[in-house]
């Protein structure tokens, strides 16, 4: 326990101190270029088990990027994701349950971008935080978790009009929830995968 | 300088060569393999059975607070590893007998060491060393005493039970009525005819003729009565062994048992044992009368042991070669002095090892409302000196029924133990008891009920989520002709603690039980239910081991609020 808060409290003052050294040299409005998106895409899980159950997910974000004249700039939004499935069967006779699974993902990278013209290409890595649930029709269960995770992610802009965007992203999560699953013989789920999100988007 | 620090170097060196020459010029002794040894390892020590369980270490003998176990080098260097803490009783030698002994007097300790290597395990127990079986009859004969089995058992086989238990239907008009065709004067004939062979010390003449009694009065009764014979020493001994088939489930074994054996300080002459044990013999025999004229779900076997004086010789014969896979031993009820009393009410002791608690507690309530004779619950896993206890060792539950031990029958391993010195108001109390025990576990069909259901089944299904997993229990059984319908019954706990699953009665002869709880391992029976909303007796025992983990039900906070937005 000491050492997650420990962890966090690191994980905190690393953000501040990103914060602080990005805000301090911006002076002006100019310094600063802001493009918010709207994307939807699929997410992969990386464990096939998790695959077989949900398949891919439909994900759905909202995305800030900020930027400064230095192309350094920091990413933050909302990611929801959701799936349907069967709960599947390890043992005995086959029966149907409905499985339903969310995830809402708050993340907040640290980016850097190449510029050239009306193409953009950024790269960036951080924290998220998770929360997820996984909810079973037809008998009372049901699991709640939260975790404060890695991600990375990469995106491309190309330019449509003066002030709107085309984007194309690609981020990965790696989720380690540290829960022990029959579906994994007992391991630890991690619900690591991979996302591919297009959207579109404007420069304010 | 340097040429002393030389010399210094050699002189140290000296010793080391020389070793290393002679051990390879000297035809040294091969390396002996590590001893066995035998050790007492406390109870109550943290993590002790899993971790035994785990190290596959097997117990010869559970005590009351400790176990005897039979260890070598490596296996007790990996306990030690553990930080289980024990102590070494002897190193194990396989052409020695060992057993157990019960010295309540200091003059029979001293008795004890005169004759034996003596060495103290707890309480008044301790482990007696001998060159063969037959030197154990060197102890007085007061002295209780039992071998210590060859082979030992896992204790992860050992099931812990609450010590609370819930039961159902005690009151019943149809035990009543059993209850009352026990007969004192049938008790007394046959602790009488049984007295009459002078002696029935285990290897005479008379006590295989005493045997053969047993077995013609089992013929009389229509049963099919068989021996079992072995030899103590060089003399034939013969377990008598019948049995009333269960109609429903055959497989499930009620046995009731006692040893016709006898002893005394005049033993190959004059043995009457009249309370030891006629009185046990012959409530087993009024017993089989009374129950072979009904009809049970499940067996019941009546076991009538030889050479328990012996140190239980008969009962460790009997496990060793009777039991079998196909059968499942529901418990064992061994009485044992049952006709004694200083004065009246009489307790019946009831003594059992921890898993034996929930036969130990149903025996009493049944004893104390159709005896009735108050049962003294007592779990004591030492009291290992009558043969209930090689039931113990394969881990079976099993009950020994013996009068109040706190006050001793006088005449015990004596020749004044006769007819005369019994109560027979207490003894037929205690066999009344006995008797609605055996019906009850067995299974006594009450007429015009509905059947108890047949072929009770299972199976079980996972279904399992990313976070979450279903255990589904399938259950099924024959339908019953004329029932209304079934009910289901769950319990965490075997034998005991049965709850209704289902709301109204189930139509069908199946259902689908998901295991939502915590608890690990579920006990399930099903019953019959009529019109007139009479229920059958419950069906064979079934178990599940559904290992479930417990479910994760706190929502956040946050997460309700934007659940909330969402929606």
């Not at chain 1, 998106?37 to 096939?48: A, D, I, S």
């Not at chain 2, 009620?254 to 044990?277: E, F, V």
Request: aromatic content about 12%; charged content about 20%; proline content about 5%.
């Amino acid at each position: 326990m000491d050492g997650r808060i420990r962890k966090m409290g690191l994980a905190i003052t690393a953000l501040v101190m990103g914060l602080w050294w990005l805000c301090g040299p911006v002076s002006s409005a100019e310094a600063v270029e802001v493009r918010t998106f709207f994307t939807v895409g699929l997410f992969n899980f990386r464990q096939p088990e998790f695959r077989e159950l949900y398949g891919g997910l439909p994900a759905f974000g909202v995305v800030v990027d900020l930027f400064t004249r230095s192309n350094l700039g920091l990413a933050t939004g909302i990611d929801y994701y959701q799936a349907r499935g069967e709960a599947l069967t390890l043992e005995g006779e086959p029966a149907v349950y409905p499985v339903k699974f969310h995830r809402w993902t708050f993340p907040l990278l640290l980016k850097y971008r190449l510029v050239s013209g009306g193409f953009q290409l950024a790269a960036g890595a951080g924290l998220a935080l998770s929360l997820y649930d996984e909810t079973w029709s037809g008998v009372e269960l049901s699991y709640h978790g939260r975790k404060i995770h890695f991600r990375a992610e990469m995106a491309t802009d190309v330019r449509l009009l003066s002030r709107l965007y085309l984007r194309a992203a690609l981020t990965w999560d790696s989720i380690p929830t540290g829960v022990s699953s029959l579906l994994l013989g007992g391991g630890r789920v991690n619900l690591a995968g991979l996302g591919l999100q297009a959207g579109i988007g404007t420069r304010i | 300088m340097t040429r002393n620090r030389f010399r210094r170097r050699w002189l140290l060196l000296l010793p080391a060569i020389l070793f290393f020459s002679l051990s390879l010029f000297t035809d040294l002794p091969p390396v002996q393999p590590a001893g066995l040894r035998l050790v007492l390892v406390p109870k109550y020590q943290p993590r002790l059975e899993a971790i035994l369980g785990r190290e596959k270490i097997e117990c010869l003998q559970e005590l009351q607070d400790s176990y005897i176990m039979r260890l070598d080098r490596e296996e007790g260097l990996r306990l030690r590893s553990h930080g289980l803490k024990f102590r070494l009783l002897t190193v194990y030698d396989r052409g020695l007998v060992y057993a157990l002994a019960r010295a309540s007097r200091a003059a029979d300790l001293e008795l004890i060491r005169s004759r034996f290597r003596a060495i103290f395990l707890e309480g008044n127990d301790y482990l007696l060393l001998a060159r063969e079986p037959a030197e154990l009859e060197e102890l007085p004969v007061n002295i209780r005493r039992r071998l210590l089995p060859a082979s030992g058992h896992s204790l992860a086989e050992l099931t812990l039970l609450p010590e609370e238990f819930i039961w159902q239907r005690v009151q019943d008009q149809l035990y009543e009525q059993l209850a009352g065709e026990v007969s004192a004067d049938n008790l007394r004939q046959e602790v009488v005819n049984l007295q009459n062979f002078g002696t029935r010390y285990a290897p005479t003449g008379n006590c295989l003729q005493a045997g053969q009694y047993i077995y013609d009065h089992f013929s009389s009764l229509g049963l099919s009565p068989s021996y079992q014979e072995f030899y103590y020493s060089t003399y034939l001994c013969r377990n008598v062994i019948a049995q009333v088939t269960g109609q429903t489930y055959p497989e499930q074994v009620m046995i009731i048992c006692a040893h016709y054996d006898s002893t005394s300080d005049q033993r190959w002459t004059l043995a009457p044992g009249a309370d030891d044990n006629a009185s046990g013999t012959a409530a087993v025999l009024e017993a089989a009368r009374i129950i072979s004229g009904h009809p049970l779900d499940f067996t019941v076997r009546f076991i009538l042991f030889s050479a328990e004086e012996q140190g239980l010789i008969g009962s460790l014969r009997y496990v060793q070669e009777k039991l079998s896979p196909a059968e499942n031993i529901l418990g064992v009820l061994n009485l044992d002095m049952v006709a004694y009393a200083d004065y009246l009410p009489e307790d019946l002791d009831l003594i059992g090892n921890r898993s034996s608690g929930w036969l130990v507690d149903r025996l009493a309530a049944l004893v104390g409302t159709y005896g009735p004779v108050p049962g003294k619950k007592i779990i004591d896993a030492s009291f290992v000196y009558s043969d209930h206890a090689p039931f113990w060792d394969r881990g079976i539950a099993a009950v020994c029924a013996i009068e109040d031990a706190s006050v001793p029958n006088p005449y015990y391993h004596k020749t004044t133990d006769t007819v005369d010195t019994l109560n027979f108001d207490f003894y037929r109390a205690a066999a009344r008891g006995s008797l609605i025990s055996l019906a009850d576990l067995a299974q006594v069909i009450r007429p015009g009920y509905p059947a108890t259901p047949r072929n009770f089944n299972l199976s079980l299904s996972t279904q399992a989520s990313i976070f979450n997993h279903l255990k589904a229990v399938h259950l099924n059984w024959d339908p019953v002709p004329g029932a209304a319908g079934y009910n289901l019954y769950r319990s965490p706990v075997p034998h005991a603690n049965f709850q209704k699953i289902n709301s109204s009665l189930i139509q069908d002869n199946e259902y689908i039980d998901n295991l939502l709880g915590t608890e690990a391992v579920f006990y399930y029976a099903v019953t019959a239910v009529d019109s007139l909303n009479r229920e059958s007796n419950f069906s064979r025992e079934l178990a599940v081991n559904a290992g479930l983990t417990p479910l994760n039900s706190l929502r956040l906070l946050f997460w309700g609020i934007l659940n909330f937005f969402w929606n």
